[in-house]
């Protein structure tokens, strides 16, 4: 006979399930989002910059269509970034009763920043018309700087759940006293801040750029195509190696501070030095199948030599051992191909221009470039598989299992059902939205931005 | 004061913002819901379009505050309500979605039917959304969240003070939104919008009067810690809200004329006054509320000392309101000034 005291348990097996699918939808959706919010602001500077400096119309032109775009994805990223805080409480309750005290310190000023972000952003979106030139582009300046700083929190406190430090527990397990800044100034905030920040910069610039890419591929390769371009896709491609780097960083400092989660996101199976490095590849319990082996490279690329020590799974007790190791392993490689892949289309970029003062004139270079945004949004979300995928069990991690975080309430599964239906919707629209625009810009067209739903003209 | 109290004192300060700036733009959202046809709902959808455009995500930002200031200042609290009132919170959520987008997209979406579905999704979620987070604070009122947290889902908000709570919330964004608009109007120099507003106004206020009487029978009969200070302790704060009220009724009451406009020299005395009444109507609601509950946060379940996170976690949350004080509110008056000014819009 089934036990009474096994249901409430089975019933938060069930909601730790949903609870986790719908928090990683909710974010791997809004995190596009708010790529924009925290790197478009600047690349759109840039071209207000341009077309000021030079007098260049084009320019400017760019801008203030960058602008009437970033209107639509700020709001929907707004309330998409609403959503997330909502969750925590409707899906994590017990993280938040038990730790909110240390980690919402980083919550707390990041809502200094987004308050800033808003206001800004809507003195910039709206004050194209009857602000001067360079006031508005002063006002438009903020927006840079709180896109920085409220990516710099938000991932402060993401780092803080992977290397919680800065707290003070009594025998209850409660929380009784905090240092703020060592909360934020985690160990893990040094490499994964630049990263996220860095990732937003590429996500932007290569999105904005393989949009003209796709344009000039189809014949229009007027000077706002080939501006259209060249701003943001110099912007990812400077970007790109700095990313390189700062990634190389953070994989070193979590084999370090975190080997559970290296080991899943590299398939080591038994600790020991000259580990051979998997590309590609299927996990399993006796090794990598079907990878492309390269000898010691692993050790090596932990320690700078093949006799560098790194602990396997077979070492980590099997109730803290990350699950999805495949998933994991291929979001890594997945993640760090398209970032190789991306800084050898900036050494192509880089070479003919230097070369001849041009973009690439083969149709290959266009296309790489139409393929960049979707392929920078891939390696973003791979990113944060690897982060978050490869921290659990842990929800912060050593102290809290997300198991334990989770809510009791009934109805996880719907309301992820429905926030599927919604964000589907929202997602859609707001791409037909987008696109659009695109169409009306391209013919001249006014935008519809008058009266909310007069009747057409023709009929009164 | 401990530093709880002035911790829990920053999170009114929140909501008294929020309900004034939010709470307004969700107003707007109601009178497009009941403007009518497209025709006849032409004129005042694009005065509340053009009010809301520029500020709407900025007085957004208030509803994030307080949930940051309440969970990293209260921890158990935010999670005691979560957890009982998740039914409530999670439509709230939904309508906000639906409200943000539907007002974004409204604007650019081609088509009028698509137009159409966008700006009734814009609307009627205007009203849903601060319906279910009046029901949420008429619950938490009510005393029906257990400081533990996991009560019961529905019982403690299907009751007749959380459901005339949210109804209240409903009527009071909608009373300030027409005021403002009456402000709008007036700098646009459209006479019969300003009457149009006035008229809606004064029935906003009174279906907002007569759910606020109601509710403190329903006070009275289901929160009695509440009630029993809110008509001591409170009593100042009540009286002030009743002398707004009324104050603001005399002025919308008196006769308008009709050479009212930007170029007119007629100007009916005391409507300078009509904005500072609504806000100061409302404040003291709000302020009467957390003197009422005081010193719970949950009444009677939990007090603000017992859910406070430990000091330096508080005083962290100083700073950061500090840090808004100086820096987000001139720029918050900033933006206002530029759109009031008509400096920034479409």
Known sequence: MLSLDALPLAASASNLLAAREQMAFTLGFHIVLSCLGVALPATILLANYIGLKRGDGDALELARRWSKAMAVTFAVGAVTGTVLSFEFGLLWPEFMDRFGAAFGVAFAIEGIFFFLEAIFLAIYIYGWKRLSGWAHFWSGVPMVVTGIGGAFSVVAANAWMNQPQGFTLDAAGKVVDVEPLKVLFNPATGYEVPHMILAAYMVVGFLVASIYAVGMLKGRRDRLHRLGLLIPLTIGLVATPIQLFVGDTAARAVADHQPAKFAGMECIQETGSHQTEYVGGVCTSDGVKGAIPIPDLDSFLVGFSADTKVVGLADIPVDERPPANTLLHLAFDAMVGIGTALLLLGVWFAWVWWKKRDIPRTPWFLRAVAVSGAASILALWCGWIVTEVGRQPWIVQGYMRTSEAVTEADGIWFSFGLVLLVYAALGTIAIKVLRGMSRRWREGAADPNGTPYAPPEGSR | ?346
């Open chain 2, 1 to 346: 004061m401990s530093k709880a109290d002035v911790a829990a004192g920053i999170l009114w300060v929140g909501a008294t913002f929020y309900a004034l700036f939010g709470g307004a733009d969700f107003g707007g959202g109601f009178w497009d819901l009941i403007a009518g046809d497209a025709a006849k709902g032409e004129r005042p959808r694009a005065l509340i379009q053009r009010s809301l455009t520029p500020v709407w995500e900025a007085n957004h930002v208030w509803l994030i505050f307080i949930l940051v200031v309440l969970w990293t200042a209260f921890p158990p609290a935010f999670s005691a309500v979560f957890t009982t009132l998740y039914v409530p919170i999670a439509l709230a959520a939904l309508g906000i979605v639906l409200r943000g987008a539907g007002f974004a997209f409204r604007k650019s979406i081609e088509g009028l039917s698509a137009r159409r579905a966008a700006g009734a999704t814009f609307a009627l979620s205007s009203v849903l959304t601060p319906f279910f987070m009046g029901a949420t604070v008429g619950a938490i009122a009510s005393g029906n969240v257990p400081a533990g947290g996991n009560g019961d889902a529905f019982s403690s908000w299907l009751e007749p003070l959380p459901l005339l709570t949210g109804a209240m919330f409903v009527a009071t964004g909608a009373y300030l939104s027409a005021v403002f608009l009456v402000g709008d109007a007036r700098r646009a120099g459209e006479a019969d919008l300003e009457r149009y507003f006035v008229r809606r106004a004064l029935a906003a206020a009174a279906v907002a009067g007569v759910a606020a009487a109601i509710g403190l029978v329903e006070l009275h009969a289901e929160a009695r810690y509440v009630f029993d200070r809110l008509v001591d302790q409170g009593l100042p704060l009540v009286i002030l809200s009743t002398l707004c009220g009324l104050a603001l009724l005399s002025i919308l009451l008196r006769p308008m004329g009709r050479n009212v406009g930007p170029d007119s020299t007629y100007r009916p005395i005391g409507r300078v006054f009509l904005r500072p009444l609504a806000a100061g109507a409302v404040v003291a609601v709000i302020w009467g509320w957390g003197v009422a509950q005081f010193p719970y946060l949950l009444p009677t379940s939990l007090r603000i000392d017992q859910a406070a996170a430990p000091d330096p976690t508080l005083v962290t949350v100083f700073v950061v309101f500090a840090a808004a004080a100086v820096l987000v509110l001139p720029s918050l008056a900033l933006l206002y000034s530029l759109s009031q000014r008509d400096l920034i819009g479409e």
